[in-house]
């Protein structure tokens, strides 16, 4: 059984032409990750710290295409390639280089999946009191971890149930959230203030691009290796990045300003509809976490290729919801943070490798002996995730982070690792 679902999955090679798939197959299992209530709480964050609701709309539009780019260039790699992230590391990285950057991602989604675990077990306590935060939290722990074992297949008709679910709930919260705004200033959203403790627009930008790269960069183009072309990846990540998320940022502002609230679960209770909204809201977490623990056991399945990708994924799902129980949540605005910083200088490697090292003409990854490590390119990732500190303080960080990395990655390619690409190109042909 585990070595079939391996195969089917295709965790340790390249997705062929003939299991490759169309807009409908792919965009419900992407909108599933990205219509979360992570990303609502984070819309919280933005409005807590933004001077006013503009503010924290331009924010949002503004990091959200900064995700985009990065989204559509892993994407395109893998669509093209047919690999996985945690694959295509292996390129830039070298085979055991790689294992450490699959290991890194895999640690941050296990603290999504922690996240998404104490929300669930949150979300059913307030509306279920008599059962406890710590047993809900374990019960869809392990139910998130049974879909995520099953694969695309099941996870894209929960992505599908949940996204026409939360999209309704979101549609219904913000309308109701607007209404309300005129009970708190008058002239409604647009009115309301904020006037202490306000962040700067870069410090807004980080949050909205930490609400997502970890996706943008992982996730992303492990869905989209099963694309069949550019179109096909192009709508799936416009339609998720365009719409769903920003749509998602916008219930937690309108619930921050109006409420006082970024927590979906208090927001929905203070207009009276919770118990409405759970089955949606399950959904909704639902579809994230599956797609946390799915993307984590293929990057655990690229660095312990002995042990099946089933057996890694009850690990980690083991581990996450552990996590979950002592409350990673409470730290959740230092983890974007975080995520901002991490993430895109480690997509810029990647991406620059593919362009300059390899000319675009990566061979079969089964039929290449690659080095064991490129140092130079943890090199260049690690200057570009220590830019937050030494780069002059224009622009934005995580923005700053990902050009440093990947313009230090492209010399890097240019004079030294193409020579040794070409190498082995010719040892395939």
């Known amino acids: 059984m585990g070595n079939s679902t391996v195969d089917n999955e295709f965790s340790t090679g390249s997705v062929p032409q003939s299991q490759r798939r169309g807009f409908l197959s792919l965009v419900f299992t992407w909108i599933g990750y990205v ?4 990303i609502m709480s984070a819309g919280g964050q933005l409005a807590r710290g933004a001077a006013d609701f503009q503010q924290a709309i331009l924010a949002v539009y503004i990091g959200y295409f ?13 669509m093209k390639t047919g690999l996985s992230f945690g694959l295509l590391s292996r390129f830039a990285f070298g085979n055991i280089g790689a294992k450490l950057i699959s290991f890194f991602t895999m640690l941050t989604l296990c603290g999504w999946f922690s996240i998404n675990c104490y929300l669930i077990g949150s979300i059913t306590n307030v509306l279920f009191p008599i059962v406890p935060r710590w047993i809900a939290t374990i019960i869809f722990g392990a139910l998130m971890i049974f879909s995520a074992l099953k694969g695309q297949k099941l996870m894209n008709i929960i992505g599908l149930f949940a996204t026409v679910a939360v999209f309704a709930v979101g549609i219904l919260a913000v309308v109701i959230g607007i209404k309300d705004s005129y009970s708190v200033q008058t002239g409604g959203i647009l009115a309301i203030r904020n006037s202490g403790n306000l962040m700067t627009m870069s410090e807004l930008v980080t949050i909205s691009v930490g609400s997502i790269i970890c996706g943008c960069c992982s996730w992303a183009p492990d869905i989209m290796r099963f694309s069949k072309g550019k179109k096909t990846t192009l709508s799936v990540m416009l339609v998720g990045l365009g719409i769903c998320g920003p749509f998602m940022l916008l219930i937690g502002i309108v619930g921050m300003l109006v409420y006082g609230e970024y927590d979906i679960a208090y927001i929905l209770q203070k207009q009276g509809f919770l118990a409405f909204a759970f089955i949606g809201l399950v959904a909704n977490i639902w579809s994230t976490a599956q797609g946390n623990a799915y993307s984590s056991s293929l990057n655990l399945a690229s660095i312990f290729t002995k ?5 890694l994924l009850v690990i980690f799902g083991i581990i996450g919801t552990v996590a979950g129980l002592f409350g990673l949540y409470q730290y959740f605005g230092v983890w974007l943070g975080f995520l901002a910083a991490a993430f895109p200088p480690m997509a810029g490697v990647v991406i620059s490798d593919y362009f300059v090292s390899w000319r675009g003409k990566m061979p079969a990854l089964e039929k290449v002996q690659l080095p064991a490590w490129n140092i130079g ?5 690690c200057i570009g995730v220590s830019s937050k500190w030494w780069f002059p303080k224009i622009g934005i960080p995580s923005v700053n982070a990902f050009f440093v990395a990947l313009i230090l990655e492209a010399i890097y390619g240019f004079f030294w690792l193409r020579k040794q690409a070409d190498k082995i190109k010719n040892t395939v042909q």
């Open 35 to 38: 219509f979360t209530v992570t």
């Open 66 to 78: 900064i995700c985009f780019v990065i989204a559509m260039f892993t994407s395109m790699l893998s």
């Open 307 to 311: 042990i099946s990708r089933e057996k």
């Open 377 to 381: 390119s943890f090199v260049c990732y």
